[in-house]
């Protein structure tokens, strides 16, 4: 029997979608089965597996528990601290029980909200699934948020209970949270009624009578607690999650229990290849949804160990990552352009050092995978780069390739592109005038799904239904198309380009470009590591590109340079795409979760207010440009 193609099995995916995803429901437990597999009587909105009832907690811990208890579930490793630790499947059972028994006890029940706000302990992982378990509402917020971007996302979620920790630790640096929070809930108009507070020992605190708790004694008195899990049917609320913000205000992306959990499972069979009993290693962190989807949930639900990582990439030296692949027989790993581009100013052999002979793969996203960097990790780690693209909103990824599909040849990965779309998403690429399908190969135009969206997307923007519509919905007058905002084009064979934002196009004396086919060409001059393109007002063109450069090797900095990477410039793309300035820094603003700001970049080019900077990871990187430029 031959092989199907993808394209077929795509097809099929869309065609027959409600058989396709009857099966894949499959992969999880239900108490009840759904009644209906999908709900589109109310689009753009979409109710998936109706009136099935699960758990999220069920399916990532208590069956693997029951099967597998000895096996390794979830690996703590920290450099900041010193410290390893490894929970089997029964061991977190435990633990999320008794964390769920403390939450129960403060009166927090199903639908109730609890934020989250952690550094990168197994604590973190604990309170997720033990909100899961009652049918609670988490909003993880990232830690190291200070306190007005925190006291924002207070207000929109109305917590009843915060589960926070004395500090994190960065490079060493303790990282105090507490002093953050609570400025933050006397910012906020919202006050949660109890603050759960894991104390690390690393920073002092004063605890707020009769609102602060303390993990470890409510630990002790909840040990060997046995918290039934709660029923939920498959369109209630698991969580609620902020987007970078790297296009304006972060938008609070809501998503539901059923649809999420066989989303993910797919997922994890299909296009990560991931087995029971393996080791899965994402080194995003919890705050973002990479972390909720392939730290927490998604290799748990496999069945999978993962690794929870908390310090930097660097520390003790560049190799740490490739140690713990090692140690741990990691087969699947997930991690960022943004990342790489750390390692790369390190020394190539430490990428050789170690047994990476486990690891079957190395997916990367976030960012666009420029070719150079993909390239250099992929030569020095000698396995599989998978890059692949998709959005907080989406959930999982929306273009990649799925090589694990039974019966279906795999799609070849193809350098600067993340894929094909995956099956269940139905991917349009518009005319951005018209608002047609582009039918020809090689045309630029807006990256957009047709409803409904697959199961494991947004349900909608929390508490904001009417903004979901407005913001997701309405590009394309008269059609149910949910969009990116990005750019693609699809190549004769089928594969789709990135080409970046929407809003991150320039028009230099009526030309269109986009920013990112310039940050293409500068990074590939080998004296760059990153590059940010911004198009600023000019008089004369209309816009002009100007290029901030950081270099491999900041003393190279010159009049020289500069005029080096103009030419490059000229040479591969054309004059009209030729930067008015190449500006050199030491580094580039960017969110917390290592997307370039372009918008703030840009905003202070023009001597205009960068608008919100709650998510600028270092305030340093825009001072840095504002005195370069005079501003
Ligand atoms: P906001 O929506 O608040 O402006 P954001 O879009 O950066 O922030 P995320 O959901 O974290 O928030 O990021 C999704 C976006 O990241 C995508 O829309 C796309 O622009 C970019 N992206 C993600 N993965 C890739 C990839 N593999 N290649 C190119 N771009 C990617
Ligand atoms: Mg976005």
Redesign the pocket.
Known sequence: MGMKTYADFHRHSLDDRDAFWAEQAKRIDWQTPPQQVCDTSRPPFARWFVGGTTNLCHNAVDRHAAARPDDAALIWVSTEVGREIVYSFAQLHDEVQTMAAMLQAQGVGEGDRVLIYMPMIPEAAFAMLACARIGAIHSVVFGGFASVSLASRIDDAAPKLIVSADAGSRGGKVVPYKPLLDEAITLAAHKPERVLMVDRGLAAFTPVAGRDLDYAALRAQHAGAQVPVVWLESNRISYTL??????????G?QRDVGGYAVALATSMDYIFGGKAGETYFSTSDIG??VGHSYIVYGPLIAGMATLMYEGLPINPDAAIWWSLVEKYKVTVMFSA?TAVRVLKKHDPALLKRHDLSSLRALF??????DEPTGRWIAEGLSVPII???????TGWPL??VAHHIPGVAPVPTRFGS?GVPMYGYDVQLLDEQTGEPLTEANQKGVLTIAHPLPPGCLQTVWGDDERFVRTYWSSVPGKQVYS???WGLRDEDGYTF?L??TDDVINVAGHRLGTREIEECISSHGAIAEVAVVGVADQLKGQVALAFVVLRDPAQSSPALEAEVLKHVDCQLGAVARPARVHFVSVLPK?R?G?LLRRALQAVAEGRDPGDLT?LDDPGALAQVRELLGR
Do not use: C, M
Request: glycine share 10%; charged share 20%.
């Open positions: 902020y987007t970078s913000g790297t296009t304006g205000k972060p938008k992306v973002w949804v352009p990367l996203a976030g960012e666009p995978l890059d692949n693209y998709w959005q907080t909103e273009l990649t993340p990116t905002f990005d990135i970046g934002r969110t979760s997307k998510t």
